[in-house]
């Protein structure tokens, strides 16, 4: 009998430890960096970069450029004097674009995130909807808002050639001469004026008003950072010369 | 003295080799864009939309201007046609926004399949479009001025920033209205 209990006991212990043991052990987890413990799929997904505007678009579009005709060279005082906001903004989405607002070359619309101001009442760590300058559109959108005759031409062109288009999902790049494109999770010098019709801030000044800081581009999630301006180098379209984005603000700074 | 002759020979030897060098360079334009009109420009047609009508007499004197420029001949021949289906050069205008209130016209090349091109790209292009801002355009010396000029960009000339010469932008301090020497020099050069 007290063979009996001794075993009865033995087995109970064993089970006892064996769910204490099993308690214990922690299965191992493969944690991303990026995931803060306790953190929701939603804020983990926050300000991650983002774009429409896929490789294959980008292999696939027509590439454009617009050459124009300029009354009077553009002066930075005469383009801070008709700017509202200048910030160093930070890309963090392209979610679209449309010739609507601009029909020569058309805009591309976002979010960026303002991670210091130099001019106006934008706050640090604000983010906005912004309109730029160019970008990749759908040829049924960009022709929507020509002439026309120049469709037209255009049909009459691609059948000679054996073209058969589907405008819905063919793309076409357009540009100015010297302006750049943004890109989701690259840092900036901007210029912006809030557009009511578009409800966005757009951005103006063609090849002075957006320009490149010498940043890493962001792939995880946009969030303001401190950046050293001695260091920190931004690039003129013209020229394609760099300078401090230090003395370029000064330079800012002096012309307000 | 033959060692005075031989060195005089030498020297005046010297002077012609670098004065055809010279020449030589000289006569290589270099404010073209890298590519030009692929049909030539011995019949260039031009089209001009009923939008920019207003502009018809600025168009075609500036098309007149072209051709026969004060400078001796060029192989450009212009003739004005209702139809943009072979067309060289089409011609519109429009009341772009307010943020183009800088801009007088804008010009665009495209290929025979109506691709768009880049002008420093390295296909020649089928036609080419010119938009006039309507806004910015009102007197008659400067609006044919600005077609002559964008007229040269369809031809293949780039903007420079020598003051005598047409494709000189206004932004540049512009001092000509009409076609001048070197820019005749460089359509015969480029075609």
């Known amino acids: 009998m007290n063979k009996k209990k001794v075993l009865v006991a033995f087995i109970a212990c064993s089970i006892l430890i064996s769910i204490i043991l099993i308690m214990a052990i922690k299965p191992t987890i493969k944690v991303n960096e990026n995931i803060v413990l306790g953190e929701t799929t939603a804020e983990r997904t926050k300000n991650k970069p983002s774009t429409f505007v896929t490789e294959q678009i980008k292999e696939t579009a027509e590439d454009a450029q617009v050459a124009t005709e300029l009354n009077e060279e553009v002066t930075m005082k005469g383009l801070i004097d008709s700017t509202e906001n200048i910030a160093i903004v930070r890309i963090i989405s392209l979610d679209s674009s449309s010739a609507k607002f601009d029909p020569v070359v058309g805009n591309t619309y976002g979010k960026l995130l303002i991670n210091s101001v130099v001019k106006g009442n934008l706050k640090e760590g604000e983010i906005v909807d912004y309109a730029a300058l160019g970008g990749y559109l759908t040829i049924a959108e960009w022709e929507q808002y020509q002439p026309a005759a120049a469709n037209e031409k255009r049909d009459f062109l691609r059948e000679q050639s054996g073209i058969k288009l589907n405008k819905e999902e063919s793309y076409i790049h357009l540009q100015f001469e010297d302006n750049i494109d943004v890109e989701e999770g690259k840092t900036y010098i901007a210029y912006m004026n809030y557009n009511s019709e578009m409800g966005k801030y757009e951005i103006t000044g063609f090849a002075d008003g957006l320009m490149e800081l010498s940043i890493e581009k962001e792939q995880k999630r946009v969030s303001p950072i401190n950046i050293d301006s001695q260091k920190v180098m931004i690039k003129n379209n013209h020229t394609g010369e760099y300078e401090s984005l230090e003395s370029y603000t000064e330079k800012v700074k002096s012309n307000m | ?191």
Request: aromatic share 14%; glycine share 4%; charged share 15%.
């Open chain 2, 1 to 191: 003295m033959s060692k005075i002759k031989k060195n005089i020979s030498c020297l005046i030897l010297f002077f012609i080799i670098v004065s055809i060098s010279s020449c030589a360079f000289a006569m290589t334009p270099t404010y073209t864009h890298a590519i030009r009109y692929s049909r030539g420009v011995g019949n260039t047609c031009y089209y001009v939309d009923s939008s920019a009508s207003f502009f018809t007499s600025s168009i075609n004197s500036a098309a007149n201007n072209w051709v026969h420029t004060d400078y001796g001949a060029n192989p450009i021949y212009m003739t004005a046609v209702s139809s943009t289906k072979a067309s060289h050069m089409d011609i519109y205008a429009g009341y772009l926004l307010d943020k183009y209130n800088n801009t007088n016209a804008y010009t665009t090349i495209w290929t025979s399949s109506a691709t768009q091109l880049y002008f420093n790209g390295t296909s020649n292009y089928y036609y080419a479009e010119i938009v006039l801002n309507r806004n910015n355009m009102t007197a008659n010396t400067e609006n044919t001025s600005t077609v002559t000029h964008e007229m040269g960009h369809c031809f293949g000339l780039d903007d420079w920033t020598y003051a005598y010469s047409i494709m000189c932008s206004p932004k540049s301090e512009r001092k000509v209205t009409r076609v001048q020497q070197c820019d005749n020099d460089t359509v015969n050069y480029l075609y």
